[in-house]
């Protein structure tokens, strides 16, 4: 089944100017030569959600079922994703300090993309010199200073 599912590299990245503050994500999205970039804005939000919205956005940018190779420099989304969200969901959403876990609203949304999907999660370390995660932050910096989102 995986077989005949396109690959898409997903790239994205999370920004804010104080946090909270004014917010913005970058996205890249690559299938084969295939390029897409989008971006958004909120005026009032945090670093994390505009991470966990960035991975949201890539996704919900997906027609059809796909292998997806997301990539971010948040360890909050990668490990969210991959070490810390089974635990919450079977804890009724509470982390490991019994409290409500923070931007339940778009984990819960970004589950149910991953259900559609084959991710695999991976993490870069940000302003590194990765081209992607660079541009990718390029375009959340962007959407902050012009107060839009904006798709390529």
């Known amino acids: 089944m ?7 590299e997903i790239f994205s990245d999370g920004a804010c100017s104080g946090n909270p503050g004014p ?5 890249l999205l690559r299938c084969g030569e295939r390029v897409r970039e989008l971006s ?4 009032e939000t945090t670093n994390n959600r505009m991470e966990l919205l960035g991975a949201i956005a890539g996704l919900e940018a997906l027609t059809r079922p796909c292998r997806v190779r997301l990539t971010t420099d948040s360890q909050y ?28 609203d778009l984990w819960e949304r970004l589950l149910v993309l991953v259900s559609k ?7 870069v370390r940000g302003h590194a010199g990765h081209a992607e995660n660079e541009r990718c932050d390029e375009l959340a910096r962007q959407a902050i200073a012009d107060g839009c989102s904006s798709v390529v």
């Open 40 to 43: 958004g804005f909120d005026p």
């Open 117 to 123: 999907h084959e991710v695999s999660w991976h993490w």
């Open 23 to 27: 917010g913005g994500f970058g996205t």
């Open 2 to 8: 995986s077989e005949s599912r396109s690959m898409v």
């Open 77 to 104: 989304v990668c490990k969210g994703m991959t070490e810390w969200i089974h635990g919450w969901q079977k804890k009724g959403w509470k982390n490991s300090k019994k409290e409500d876990v923070a931007n339940r």
